[in-house]
T-cell receptor, first 110, second 114 residues
């Protein structure tokens, strides 16, 4: 299973774009990259998933370079409600062993 | 219905008690998971059920006993727990047990062992 490395914490201000990078140097050919958001005392919530290049949905974008050894979650124009912990997961498509990394604690200030 | 429902939300138990945590989903998912999360730490995988069969046990102590009575229900039976077992216990489900599946989590049960 690919191990992931993320910054422990990040600070931002409302209205700014936030980019959180996850390193996964030993990612395997069939691994997918998934990001989750977690608020205190709640379960994680799926944000976005990708395999290569760029994926965008209504809340975020995910950028994956050609070598796939890292990925960047981009949150456009963050608000106070985006204050949360963000987890990057890398998992083989046919495994049921989904392991969370350490996560990045994002604090958004007014 | 895209919810995973966990009960109870809070539980306080003594070290000699027996209690159970319950998890329910009605999304037709065939994989269900138990995670344990200590404060300011990531969720740690405990058990995975795939098509109602236990497929992963992450070397969890036997004082935790999972049960999957049917495809919609997942229980975690607790007996003779230790204070260090106090944590948020999260249930999740996914369509099937594959790494590219989206996990749907419940809000968890906050467990305190006295």
């Amino acid at each position: 299973l690919a191990k992931t490395t993320q910054p422990i914490s990040m600070d931002s201000y409302e209205g700014q774009e936030v980019n959180i990078t996850c390193s996964h140097n030993n990612i395997a050919t069939n691994d997918y990259i998934t990001w989750y958001q977690q608020f205190p005392s709640q379960g994680p919530r799926f944000i976005i998933q990708g395999y290569k290049t760029k994926v965008t949905n209504e809340v975020a974008s995910l950028f994956i370079p050609a070598d796939r050894k890292s990925s960047t979650l981009s949150l456009p124009r963050v608000s106070l409600s985006d204050t949360a912990v963000y987890y990057c997961l890398v998992a083989l498509y046919n495994t049921d062993k989904l392991i969370f990394g350490t996560g990045t604690r994002l604090q958004v200030f007014p | 219905d895209t919810e995973v429902t966990q009960t109870p939300k809070h539980l306080v138990m003594g070290m000699t008690n027996k209690k159970s945590l319950k998890c329910e989903q009605h999304m037709g998912h065939r994989a269900m998971y138990w995670y344990k999360q200590k404060a300011k730490k990531p969720p740690e995988l405990m058990f995975v059920y795939s098509y109602e069969k236990l497929s992963i046990n992450e070397s969890v102590p036997s004082r935790f006993s999972p049960e999957c009575p049917n495809s919609s229900l997942l229980n975690l039976h607790l007996h003779a727990l230790q204070p260090e077992d106090s944590a948020l216990y999260l249930c999740a489900s996914s369509q099937t047990a594959q790494g590219n599946e989206k996990l749907f989590f419940g809000s968890g049960t906050q467990l305190s062992v006295l």
